[in-house]
Each structure stands twice: as structure tokens, then as C-alpha cells.
């Protein structure tokens, strides 16, 4: 699955300078965060299981 927004805040990641993609701890689905998101420690939900994480 190709992540193409910010899981926390939506941003579109070819908007953002830079970002991280990594595998939920729970499930191994794409998630994607935003430099500002990963910055500010905003939460983030797993849209397949619903793991929540900062």
C-alpha cells in the first residue's frame, strides 16, 4: 500500500519537506508522518487496526 498523505494530519507527503514511513507495530500497514507532525509528537491512528500512537 503506497501512503501518500500524512496519517495524523492529512498533509500531502510531496507537499512535505520531509517524512517518515514505517509499519504499524500491530498490524505491518503503511503509516506515514509529516516533518511537523513527527516534530510536534501529534498522534496517529492505524486506519487498518486502530492503533493509536504519538
Not at 507537499?15 to 501529534?42: G, W
Request: hydrophobic share 25%; glycine share 6%.
Amino acid at each position: 500500500m503506497e501512503v501518500e498523505e500524512c496519517t495524523s494530519c492529512g498533509r500531502n507527503l510531496d507537499a512535505a519537506d520531509t517524512f517518515v514511513i514505517f509499519n504499524c507495530p500491530d498490524c505491518e500497514t503503511s503509516i506515514a508522518r509529516c516533518d511537523r507532525c513527527k516534530k510536534l509528537s501529534n498522534d496517529y491512528e492505524c486506519p487498518e487496526c486502530g492503533f493509536e500512537g504519538p
